[in-house]
C-alpha cells in the first residue's frame, strides 16, 4: 500500500513521525509536504494529498494540520475524496467501515502523537463494511460529480 502524506507547519512534526513511523512498518510512503515548521497554507497541502489519492498514484492519504480541521476541508473539496477528521482510535475504524474514507486527517497540535499513530494503524488496517454503506458513500460522490 502506498501512502501520500503532507502537512502545514501546524502538523509538521506528527507528519515526520509519522512518514519514518510507516516506513519502519515497510509501508511505501510519499511524502508531499511540507519540509519545515515555517508558516505555509494548509490548502495547498491537503489538495496536493487529495490529487494524489483521487488520481490513484497513492492508495491512501494522511494529512496532518494544527487542528487537522483546515486541511481535512481542503481535501474533501477534492472529486473523489472522503477525508475523515479523527480523534480516536474508534473514530478511525469507523470513517474507515461506514464512509470509506481514503484519507485520514489528524491534528498535530491537538492529538498527541502516540494516540495519533494508534490512529494511524487502525486507518490502514480497517476495512470497509460496504452494504447499506455503500449507497451512502456513492451519494457523496456522485454529489461531488453533479457539483463540479
Ligand atoms: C495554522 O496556524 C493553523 O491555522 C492550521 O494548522 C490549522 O489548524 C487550520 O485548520
Known amino acids: 500500500m502506498l501512502i501520500a502524506i503532507a502537512?502545514?507547519?501546524?502538523?509538521?512534526?506528527?507528519?515526520?513521525?509519522?512518514?519514518?513511523?510507516?516506513?519502519?512498518?515497510?509501508?511505501?510512503?510519499?511524502?508531499?509536504?511540507?519540509?519545515?515548521?515555517?508558516?505555509?497554507?494548509?490548502?495547498?497541502?491537503?489538495?496536493?494529498?487529495?490529487?494524489?489519492?483521487?488520481?490513484?498514484k497513492a492508495d491512501r492519504g494522511i494529512v496532518v494540520c494544527g487542528t487537522g480541521i483546515g486541511i481535512s476541508i481542503a481535501a474533501n473539496k477534492v472529486k473523489g475524496i472522503r477525508c475523515g477528521l479523527c480523534t480516536s482510535v474508534e473514530m478511525a475504524e469507523l470513517t474507515r467501515k461506514h464512509n470509506n474514507a481514503n484519507i485520514l486527517a489528524l491534528g498535530g497540535r491537538t492529538t498527541g502523537a502516540q494516540l495519533a499513530l494508534q490512529i494511524v494503524d487502525a486507518f490502514l488496517e480497517t476495512e470497509f463494511e460496504g452494504g447499506r454503506h455503500e449507497r451512502r458513500t456513492a451519494m457523496l460522490d456522485q454529489w461531488g460529480e453533479a457539483l463540479s
Open 7 to 56: 502537512s502545514d507547519h501546524g502538523g509538521f512534526h506528527l507528519k515526520e513521525m509519522i512518514r519514518k513511523y510507516l516506513a519502519e512498518k515497510g509501508y511505501k510512503v510519499v511524502d508531499l509536504g511540507t519540509s519545515s515548521e515555517e508558516s505555509v497554507d494548509y490548502p495547498v497541502f491537503g489538495r496536493a494529498c487529495a490529487e494524489a489519492v483521487a488520481t490513484g
